[in-house]
């Protein structure tokens, strides 16, 4: 495995699913982690003794991302203990699972504030840390996605536009900071099985969503946090320096299969 010793990451939502296994591939490349986490701190400090007890640095702090200041205080601690940061994933979400015409405004304002709002607030605090210097090449700001922002799903269509904002402005980004040596990037991660995933369904659709991903991706199975976590270190890595303002699938191959299944289902 290649290390990145000496690099930083700042990973958000980093207690759990998705947040907590890109935090312990990047741990395990080398990188020494200050992550986020809204309330489950028994999970969190799960995640920091995991790290820890495998030889890195894991520190993760409270962060409620409604906050526009809630990523200061992260960043702030990079800056003390380290000196530097190379990479900035941007995973925490929020939402709440109903139709658009029966959403609340103050939901609306939470899925906005903790997927969009706290993307662009947390890079604009994480650039000068980011930014090439001698000695020191230009970090990564890494948005985590989902298949809602790019596929129409049940009572998704609050998060999966707000992921689409996030794919856009990861291609803003990538211009605007080009200067300062930051690229920036984007992973779509198709259907994963986690228990976000999990709890937008009931336990039989869950079930049958399993055996359809099974049978359809090309794959042959459903993807997991893992699967995002090694994408995301290539990603944050000198081994993707050309690769920019771009938003990668990583579905197993299923929006190309699922479309050809389709249009051979067709009556003629």
Request: hydrophobic letters at 45%; aromatic letters at 4%; proline letters at 4%.
């Amino acid at each position: 495995m290649q290390t990145e010793n000496g690099r930083v990451a700042l990973v958000t939502g980093a207690s759990r699913g998705i947040g907590a296994a890109i935090a312990k591939r990047l741990a395990q490349g080398g990188y020494r982690i200050v992550g986020t986490y809204r309330q489950d701190a028994v999970a969190a400090r799960a995640v920091e003794e995991e790290i820890r007890a495998g030889g890195g640095a894991c520190d993760l702090v409270v962060a409620d991302q409604r906050d526009p200041e809630a990523l200061r205080g992260p960043v702030d601690l990079a800056r003390a203990r380290y000196g530097r940061l190379d990479a900035f994933v941007a995973n925490a979400a929020s939402t709440a699972f109903l139709p658009l015409m029966d959403l609340k405004l103050h939901q609306m304002e939470k899925t906005f504030a903790v997927t969009v709002q706290s993307f662009l607030l947390g890079t604009q605090l994480c650039a000068p840390l980011l930014a090439a210097a001698p000695g020191k090449p230009g970090g990564v700001v890494l948005a985590i996605s989902g298949i809602d922002s790019q596929q129409v799903l049940p009572m998704h269509g609050l998060l999966g536009s707000c992921k689409a904002a996030m794919e856009v402005l990861v291609r803003y980004l990538a211009v605007e900071l080009s200067g300062l040596g930051i690229r920036a990037n984007a992973i779509n991660p198709g259907i994963l099985d986690t228990a976000s995933s999990r709890m937008s369904v009931d336990q039989e659709r869950w079930k049958h969503v399993v055996e359809w991903t099974a049978e359809v991706a090309p794959a042959g199975r459903m993807g997991t946090p893992e699967d995002v976590a090694d994408l995301s270190a290539f990603l944050c890595s000198e081994r993707s320096s050309y690769l920019n303002g771009q938003t990668i699938t990583l579905d197993g191959g299923i929006q190309c299969a699922a479309f050809v299944a389709s249009i051979a289902q067709r009556p003629v």
